[in-house]
T-cell receptor, first 113, second 111 residues
Framework: NAGVTQTPKFQVLKTGQSMTLQCAQD?????MYWYRQDPGMGLRLIYY???????DKGEVPNGYNVSRLNKREFSLRLESAAPSQTSVYFC????????????FGQGTRLTVV | GENVEQHPSTLSVQEGDSAVIKCTYS??????FPWYKQELGKGPQLIID?????GEKKDQRIAVTLNKTAKHFSLHITETQPEDSAVYFC??????????FGKGTMLLVSP
């Protein structure tokens, strides 16, 4: 059982380059999320998708776009990377509504130089 | 939206001691409070959770308490072991209809 799979695991970008982080889950979850983790800042929500076909902004959406490609896949795109986007990115998924466990991927460590 | 405060940011204990991590939340409508453990280089994993209709929950050496009136909840780990060393996050369901996380506590258990 793979759970939540993120690719790539590591990436170095130059300022201004673009890239897409991929996420897929095999638990038939409706909800999917993208978080970023920075030292001393905890996990901050970038975007989420409560169901296939819907996306909403989280706490720190600026500089990012997302696509809920289908029920399984939720991608995060950086159109023009900036050094402030250096972070570890986590994708997560959960069932519908509150009180449901969120499962996290292994993370993508992104460095923008 | 929801705001979750977590203390302490670091906690060092001797093996066998107890460890307590405390969190407060701001949204009185929040009703689900999970705790996650994150080991180095891995994603967070749920270790225990509590819902608003329950005041305490235990799972072996781990327990969580919730005080809805005061809007705070705590994680208690007894008989700590070196493998308990990790970063622990509390979270609350509220605001944006998603989980809001605290900033994390780095727990170090020394043999």
């Amino acid at each position: 059982n793979a759970g939540v799979t993120q690719t790539p695991k590591f990436q170095v970008l130059k300022t201004g380059q673009s890239m897409t982080l991929q996420c897929a889950q095999d638990m038939n979850h409706n909800s999917m999320y993208w978080y970023r983790q920075d030292p001393g800042m905890g996990l901050r929500l970038i975007y989420y998708s409560a169901s296939e076909g819907t996306t909403d902004k989280g706490e720190v959406p600026n500089g990012y776009n997302v696509s809920r490609l289908n029920k399984r896949e939720f991608s995060l795109r950086l159109e023009s990377a900036a050094p402030s986007q250096t972070s570890v990115y986590f994708c997560a998924s959960s069932g519908t509504g509150a009180s449901t466990e969120a499962f996290f991927g292994q993370g993508t460590r992104l460095t923008v130089v | 939206g929801e705001n979750v405060e977590q203390h302490p940011s670091t906690l060092s204990v001797q093996e066998g001691d107890s460890a307590v991590i405390k969190c407060t939340y701001s949204d009185s409508a929040s009703n689900y409070f999970p705790w996650y453990k994150q080991e180095l280089g891995k994603g967070p994993q749920l270790i225990i959770d509590i819902r608003s209709n329950v005041g305490e929950k235990k799972d072996q050496r781990i327990a969580v308490t919730l005080n809805k009136t005061a809007k705070h909840f705590s994680l208690h780990i007894t008989e700590t072991q070196p493998e308990d060393s990790a970063v622990y996050f509390c979270a609350a369901w509220g605001g944006y209809s998603t989980l809001t996380f605290g900033k994390g506590t780095m727990l170090l258990v020394s043999p």
